[in-house]
């Protein structure tokens, strides 16, 4: 079975401060792609990333950047110098062989203050 | 190029009447998705088509949910009779697949109330 874990459930960080969002994941399939998706206040979902399990490499989208592991099956998020705006619900989402389907973590709820 | 559009954004409705969601996915895109997202059981999957065929559905709760796509920019879930329990929102997500899972985007959403 497929799963994906973010053990936390609320962060909150002084703005400026970098925060890194944990997620896990167990899936049995050996091509997989991970993503993550950002929930503003407003409410809609917003694609971040996504990686296949053939692509290690660490990336960086200006203050974004993310780590994958698959030795620890983890694919973790970090926000460096975070601001108010970023503030929000970032989910992480596994989507195995092919067929397409999404499986969310619970998501962390980051709130960061001025 | 307009996202993925669902109508209404908000719905209010009593216990026992009949709701109808509609979704347009993003022109070109071959995968539609409806996602239920709840407190308790956070974003999950209810059903998704494949060229307007549906080809799992074994995420939707119970009969009283039924989904169709008529055609290749339109399709509609729907509850009858509507209970408090399916108080949601509900999010339809279109992508196009080339050979693997493609990124998924979602459309703005629909909050259900049943009282």
């Known amino acids: 079975a497929q799963k994906v874990t973010q053990a936390q459930t609320e962060i909150s960080v002084v703005e400026k401060e970098d925060v890194t969002l944990d997620c896990v994941y167990e899936?049995?399939?050996?091509?997989?792609?991970l993503f993550w998706y950002k929930q503003p206040p407003s409410g809609e979902l917003v694609f971040l990333i996504r990686?296949?399990?053939?692509?290690?490499q660490n990336e960086i989208s200006g203050r974004y950047s993310w780590n994958f592991q698959k030795s620890t099956s983890s694919f973790n998020f970090t926000i460096t110098a975070s601001q108010v705006v970023d503030s929000a619900v970032y989910f992480c989402?596994?989507?195995?062989?092919?067929?397409?389907?999404?499986?969310f973590g619970q998501g962390t709820t980051l709130q960061v203050k001025p | 190029d307009a996202g993925v559009i669902q109508s209404p954004r908000h719905e209010v409705t009593e216990m026992g009447q009949e709701v109808t969601l509609r979704c347009k996915p993003i022109s070109g895109h071959d995968y539609l998705f409806w996602y239920r997202q709840t407190m308790m059981r956070g974003l999950e999957l209810l059903i998704y088509f494949n060229n307007n065929v549906p080809i799992d559905d074994s995420g939707m709760p119970e009969d009283r949910f039924s989904a169709k796509m008529p055609n290749a920019s339109f399709s509609t879930l729907k509850i009858q009779p509507s209970e408090p329990r399916d108080s949601a929102v509900y999010f339809c997500?279109?992508?196009?697949?080339?050979?693997?899972?493609?990124?998924?985007?979602f459309g703005p959403g629909t909050r259900l109330l049943v009282l």
């Open positions: 997500a279109s992508t196009v697949a080339y050979g693997g899972p493609e990124t998924q985007y």
């Open positions: 990686r296949n399990s053939f692509d290690e």
């Open positions: 899936t049995r399939d050996t091509t997989y792609y």
């Open positions: 989402a596994l989507s195995g062989g092919n067929t397409g389907k999404l499986i």
